[in-house]
């Protein structure tokens, strides 16, 4: 029996230090990659926080500055954030918050393709892991190079392995299976996410936020509603008219490119088959035709202000963009 038990607690003592060895060992990584990517990635993280917080804050009115043609926007590369208005005020709520920002109609209407990659050119997928280097699960479940604007979200998928709630639930691990699970997800994110995240610190050119502002009578959406995603407030308030504030910065000059507050809502007029199309695809064509009317909004406002931007100078003025079918 004592030989039993001595061997028992031989056995435990190396079990654990090979464990703490193995912990040791993923902890060393994650610091390297920390010392490397956080003085890049952490100012550039807490400076657009700030700037959501602020268009989330007490409105202080319209503005609109000189200088940036909607083409110019258009073309450049840049970051996209969609939230709530309500999950805009502390940096807690804005990363729990962007986990439903997507693509939309706003910013198709808004930015033009660069990339010439068809949909059904990729593969399907779940994760990141699935897909080949350079590409990213897109918010369609396929495979494909991250498309422009870039999406707030993948850069902090690169942060989510630096993290003190990530490194506090390695240092929980029980066993050297679960030690392996973080080196492989440390490994992936190193390979797939950070690469997204750099990238666009260095080719993003401006930051754009929407904010839905819910309406006083907005109905919330009931558990177990999945027709057409109205499960999720972000997009069931899409589908009406409502108050939304949108801000647009110059990231190599930090400078307050727009910032408006505008009505969303926008009419459809069915013709053709599209009478008979279900509820579900009905409701998806109404709320992409709101947020490209967002986007029109926003090319109007900049282009007036480049008309007098010309004005001044005494050049002529260039016909604005007119909203239409609202």
């Known amino acids: 029996m004592v030989i039993f038990v001595a061997f028992g607690v031989v056995y435990w003592n190396v079990a654990e230090r090979q464990l703490q060895t193995a912990r040791s060992e993923v902890m060393a990584r994650q610091r390297a990659i920390k010392q490397e990517l956080e003085p890049r990635l952490l100012p550039l993280r807490d400076k657009l926080e700030a700037w959501v917080i602020e268009l989330a804050g007490p409105w202080s009115g319209d503005h609109v500055s000189g200088g940036v043609s909607v083409e110019r926007l258009g073309r450049s590369n840049g970051i996209y954030l969609r939230l709530l208005e309500q999950n805009a005020h502390s940096p807690e709520d804005i990363r729990k918050g962007m986990e439903v920002s997507l693509h939309d109609g706003f910013t198709s209407c808004l930015f033009q393709r660069q990339e010439r990659y068809k949909a059904e050119d990729g593969k399907t997928c779940h994760s990141i892991a699935q897909c080949e280097s350079g590409q990213i699960c897109n918010d369609w479940s396929l495979c494909a190079p991250p498309s422009q604007p870039y999406n707030l979200r993948m850069m902090y998928r690169g942060l989510r392995v630096l993290s003190p709630t990530w ?152 016909s604005s963009v007119t909203p239409s079918g609202r």
Request: aromatic fraction near 4%.
């Open 167 to 318: 490194s506090d639930e390695l240092h929980q691990a029980s066993d050297d299976y679960q030690v392996r699970v973080f080196s492989r997800d440390l490994d992936k994110a190193f390979k797939d996410d950070v690469p997204i995240a750099i990238e666009m610190i260095s080719r993003a050119k401006y930051f754009t936020v929407v904010l839905d502002e819910l309406p006083q009578k907005f109905a919330r959406a009931q558990p177990g509603h999945t027709d057409a995603g109205l499960e999720r407030d972000e997009l069931r308030v899409q589908l009406v008219e409502h108050p939304v504030r949108v801000g647009i910065w110059d990231l190599t000059t930090g400078q307050s490119v727009l910032r408006m507050r505008v009505d969303s809502g926008a009419e459809i007029r069915p013709i053709g088959r599209s009478h008979m199309a279900e509820p579900r695809v009905m409701a998806a064509q109404q709320r992409q035709a709101n947020n490209c009317g967002i986007a029109l909004d926003v090319k109007a406002r900049l282009e007036q202000a480049a008309d007098g931007e010309k004005e001044q100078n005494g050049a002529p003025a260039a």
